[in-house]
């Protein structure tokens, strides 16, 4: 079985520039998670989709960042513009549902560094 | 709120000896409790959850958890520690909304 796919693993930016990331969760999985992971730190929750339905963004700086799962799948989280406290790794995460108590399933993570 | 904390940044063992990264939690109800590991520049990989029954939960490699609920505490434990043990590992909690809370992390050394 395929595991969550993520792209790029790496990025390097300026500050005020822009990036977007992707995620494809393993099939079938409904829930889809993005998580701020900083060095040193345990990760964060950003946003959590539920098919391609919002279920929780509280914790997503929406001034800067934005995130969407078209058709319920694959998603895509930008930020735009970036400031140098962005630098980190963002991890995509997708489980079978939300309602359930099975555990998450990461990629292996996008790490940018802004400059 | 829930909330779960690791007392201890970085723990050390030497090989083959008994290891265990701590964690305790917070949460009203019923906890669904999980343990992650980090290899360096890879995701977070699966390695137990308690959700209810026995106190002592079996996981992957050889791990093991320990729900104590008098204690609030999740202590994760290998009976003998391996040099590829070394890695970061997060206690979590599942919240309401059905995600994980993440605690710090706790580095873990195996001095062969």
């Known amino acids: 079985e395929a595991g969550v796919a993520q792209s790029p693993r790496y990025k390097i930016i300026e500050k005020r520039q822009s990036v977007a990331f992707w995620c494809n969760p393993i099939?079938?999985?409904?829930?889809l998670y993005w998580y701020q992971q900083i060095l040193g730190q345990g990760p964060k929750l950003l946003i959590q989709f539920q098919n391609n339905g919002v279920v929780d963004d509280s914790q997503l700086p929406k001034d800067r960042f934005s995130a969407e799962r078209l058709k319920g799948v694959d998603s895509t989280l930008k930020i735009q513009p970036a400031k140098l406290e962005d630098s980190a790794v963002y991890l995509c995460?997708?489980?079978?549902?939300?309602?359930?108590?099975?555990?998450?399933?990461f990629g292996e993570g996008s790490r940018l560094t802004v400059l | 709120a829930q909330s779960v904390a690791q007392p201890e940044d970085q723990v050390n063992v030497a090989e083959g000896n008994p290891l265990t990264v701590k964690c305790t939690y917070s949460?009203?109800?019923?906890?669904?409790l999980f343990w992650y590991v980090q290899y360096p520049n890879r995701g977070l990989q699966f390695l137990l959850k308690y959700i209810t029954g026995d106190n002592l939960v079996k996981g992957s490699y050889g791990f093991e958890a320990e729900f104590n609920k008098s204690q609030t505490s999740f202590h994760l434990k290998k009976p003998s520690a391996l040099v590829s043990d070394s890695a970061l590992y997060f206690c979590a909690v599942k919240s309401r909304a059905n995600n994980l809370f993440f605690g710090t992390g706790t580095r873990l050394t195996v001095i062969p």
């Open positions: 995460a997708s489980s079978l549902a939300a309602g359930n108590t099975g555990e998450l399933f």
């Open positions: 949460v009203s109800g019923n906890p669904y």
């Open positions: 099939s079938g999985h409904a829930t």
